[in-house]
Structures are given as C-alpha cells and as structure tokens.
C-alpha cells in the first residue's frame, strides 16, 4: 500500500498524531510500532526474515565490538573477530541468496545438465536488498571503527525497519539515521509542508509520467515483433517509467520520513545531466553507488591480491596504466554485483558489466581522450561539448536499459535490431490507453509529454542551482498552498488510474 493508496494515507495520519503527542523521549518507539506494523501488514511471514537479519546483525556486532575491545590492540582483535563478521555475512548474505537467486541457479542447472529439477517457489520478503545492505554495512562499520555498536536492540531494530526507506531505499548508514533517532523533533510546520510537496512531486512523477510510459512499454517490449517499427520509443517509454517510478517513490519515502522530522540520503540528482557513465552512477541511485564504493571497490582495489596484481601490472603496462588494472578490474565485480543486485537473470547480469566495461574502458584511456582533445583543441568546458557528452551518456544509458527491460538476452538483441532498422511512429496510436482504448492515445501521449517538459524545466531549474522548495516557501502561504493543490488535484486526474501498478523496486 505504500505512498498511493488511501490505506497508507491513514497510516500515516494516525502514525504522526502519535508521534507528535507522545512524549518526546518515546518518538522513536512510536516510529518502530509503525515501521514494524507496517512491515507485518504486507506479509506477516515476511517479518521472520527482517527479524532473523537484525537479531544475527546486532548479535554479531555486538560480540566483534566486544573482542575489538577486550584484546586491546585493535589489530589483534580484529584478527579475532573476523570469524564473527564472516558469520554475520553470511548468514545475512546468505538468506538473500537462498530466496532471490536459488530460482536463477535451478533454471540455469535445469539447462546446462537438461535435468527436471522443480524450481521453488520461495517468499521474497519486501525491501530485502536494502535491509541485508543496511546490516552488512552497519557489521562492517563497527568491524572498521567507523561507529560503535548500538547496546538498545530494540532502537537498532529501527534502523533497519524504518518503513519509509525499507520499501525503496534509499540504502541507509547507521552513523548517519541512529543519530536522528535518538534526538526530539518537535512539531514543525515548515517540515510537514516540505515533506507534502516531496511527497506530491514524487506521485507527480510516479503515477502521470512513469504510468502512463509503463502502459507503452509494456506492450511494446511484451509485443515485440508486433510493434518493431516502435521499438526504439519502447526504449524512451521505459526509461520515462523507469526513473519517474523509482525517482517518485524516492521523492515519496523522503517526504514521508521529513513528516517525521527524519533527514534521509538523497539518491537521485538529476542523472540524465550526466556527461559519462561513471558521473551517471553518482548521479542514480547514489546510496547503492556509494554503499558498493565503500564496501566492495575500495577494499576490494586495497586488498593484497589486488596490489600485488598492480605491481606487476605497473612492470609490464608502466606506472600509469599499470595502476589501473585493479581499479578496472574492481569496477567489473562491482557492476556484475549491481547486475544481479537488480535481478537474477543474465540480461541483468549483461546490464550490470556492460557498464562496468563502459567506466573501465573509459578510466584506462582517459589519458589518450585527453591527447585527441588537446590535438583537435576541443574545449572541454564548453557549452556545445558538454551538451555533446550529455547526448552521448544519454544514448550509452538508453541501450543499457536493453538488458535490463527485457526477460532474456536474445530479445534484447532483437529489440536493439528493430531500433535501427524498423521505425513506424504511427504504431503507437494502435496501443490502447490502458481501459480507455486507442481513442485516448493521443491525450494519454500529450499528457506525458507535457509531464516531461514540466520535469525537464524543473531539472534544468535544479542543474542551475536553483532551490525550488526554497522559493516555494518564500512565496505567500495562499500561493503555495494554491500549487500544492493544484498539483493534487493533477495526479489523479491525469493518471492512468485504470492501468495503475506499485513501485518498480519495491520487491528488491
């Protein structure tokens, strides 16, 4: 029910007139109530598995904290307790593994060997992926010192259930929310109407752009040789649902949590304004791009295996190339990590290294893209070059959705084909517009189009550094609240509510 239905509304009405007339000192727990009535409500067996990840991720905190601290040196003791952190790794890993990837595994064995093996039908608990990620993090956070284990279960059962990010992110930090947690926030009229206007621009996104493209993607890409003159605008419909879906529920779970007076990371910054792939991945999805540079690539790159890789990379390719090679190779496990993060299929997979061979073929020739810049004096700083590099980026992104839109490798190939060699705009007015039929297509197409003007100007706007809630809150109380509803009354009205669907990445 999260963010779109009148269920939540009430949910979240009742959780913060609690929250707000309890005492102070008590908030938290009202928070934990909610977060954990919430969770129970969506599938109550789902709950054994949150509950199984945080009591393993506090135990084993809590013992890796204490043999740190008993052995006196901390290199001695974290010799001692890295059997402990494995064990919560894996545990936490490992149920992950079991109920998202064994259906992958046995479809894959079923091929190779032509066996008959069923494949399980297993619960895959809402929010999963981030909760596991959260956990992990936080184990090696106390295992590095980066923060000192939390003693209160029931406050650090919190962190990892809290229900506005639990369903899409962003990934969390403890360092970063335990704090917030434990303060007082008084009510505050000024954070209840920056979390409302989150809130209705993250529906905005989701329910007029990402539902109405989701209507055309989706017969495109489920009809492919039917409609093959349209392929490449399947591209552009998925990826207008794509980010409006996840960017919207992000803006939604942001507002809900400001509502509470609680500050989480942001995870989007306006990613198609990327120049290049990798400045894309600190652009989309932020938290999962810094949580993987934090815990994978940078130990990773400064592992033993790694430097020795380096060193005698440097003897046969030079110091400057040489030094590379671990940071490319690190990037490819990284992105085949992010791959299958996403989904256990080998498109997934396909999507994941292709932009990780993009980043680490791009990091290992930046010196020559320098030397052809330089020779053909190309300002790089340049309005023309740069907007150049945002097409560029763009199309390279575009086609990475292939893979990631489609159920097997070879319909993605196909797809790609018929988006050069097919092109029949005139196909899109025979997709009917959800239960309104092929008479509404060309309002239904208007109104996304409008709908991405409108977010490209906002963008823009953004990019330029301009605080648009800011200035929204500068404005006379009548106006502003004259745009909140007026934007109220859009959403609904514009969207396709007869072809309405949840959050893309609600079931990670």
Known sequence: MFGTTNGFILFILISLLLYYLVPRKWQWAVLLAASWGYYLYTNPWAGVFLLFSTVVSFWCAAVVGKTIRDA?????????????????????????????????????????????????????????????????????????????????????ALFVSFFPQLIQGPIGRYS????????????????????????????????????????????????????????????????????????????????????????????????????????????????????????????????????????????????????????????????????????????????????????????????????????????????????????RTFILINISWYFDCVPTFGTALRMMKYSVTRFAPAELLAIPAGKLGTAYTPYALLTLGLGCLLLLIVSILQERGLHIREKMAALPLPVEFGICVILLICVPLFSPMAAARGFIYAQF
């Not at 046995?106 to 956990?135: C, D, E, K, M």
């Not at 295996?305 to 390719?317: A, E, N, Q």
């Not at 791009?362 to 810049?373: D, I, L």
Request: glycine share 10%; hydrophobic share 45%.
């Open 72 to 156: 006196g040196d901390r290199k001695t003791g974290k010799k001692k307790a890295r059997k402990i952190l494995l064990l919560g790794m894996l545990l936490d890993f490992g149920v992950l593994a079991v109920l998202k990837y064994t259906g992958f595994v046995v479809l894959n064995l079923n091929r190779l060997f032509h066996s008959g093996i069923s494949i399980p039908a297993l619960l895959l608990p809402l929010g999963i992926s981030y909760y596991t990620f959260q956990t992990v993090g936080y184990l090696l956070d106390v295992y590095w010192g980066r923060t000192e284990p939390e003693k209160n279960f029931f406050r650090y």
């Open 176 to 391: 970063v929310l335990s704090k917030q947690f434990e303060e007082t926030h008084a009510f505050s009229l000024h954070q209840i109407r920056f979390g409302l206007e989150r809130i209705l621009w993250g529906l905005f996104k989701k329910m007029v752009l990402a539902d109405w493209a989701a209507v055309y993607a989706d017969a495109i890409f489920g009809e492919p040789d039917r409609f093959s003159g349209i392929a490449v605008f399947g591209l552009l419909m998925y990826t207008i649902q794509l980010y409006g879906n996840f960017s919207g529920g992000i803006d939604v779970a942001l507002g809900v949590a400001s509502l509470f007076g609680i500050t989480l990371d942001e995870n989007f910054k306006r990613p198609f304004f990327a120049v290049s792939i990798s400045d894309f991945w600190t652009r989309w999805h932020i938290t999962l791009g810094t949580w993987m540079k934090d815990y994978v690539m940078f130990p990773l790159t400064l592992s033993k295996r790694m430097s020795s890789l380096g060193k005698k990379s440097r003897k046969l390719l030079g110091k400057k190339k040489g030094r590379l090679i671990p940071i490319c190779i690190s990037n490819l496990i990284v992105f085949f990590i992010v791959g299958i993060w996403h989904g256990a299929t080998w498109s997934n997979i396909g999507w994941g290294l292709y932009n990780g061979v993009i980043i680490a073929f791009s990091s290992f020739f930046a010196p020559e893209y320098e030397t052809v810049k330089q020779k053909l004096h190309i300002n790089d700083k340049a309005a023309g070059y740069r907007l150049f590099m945002m097409l």
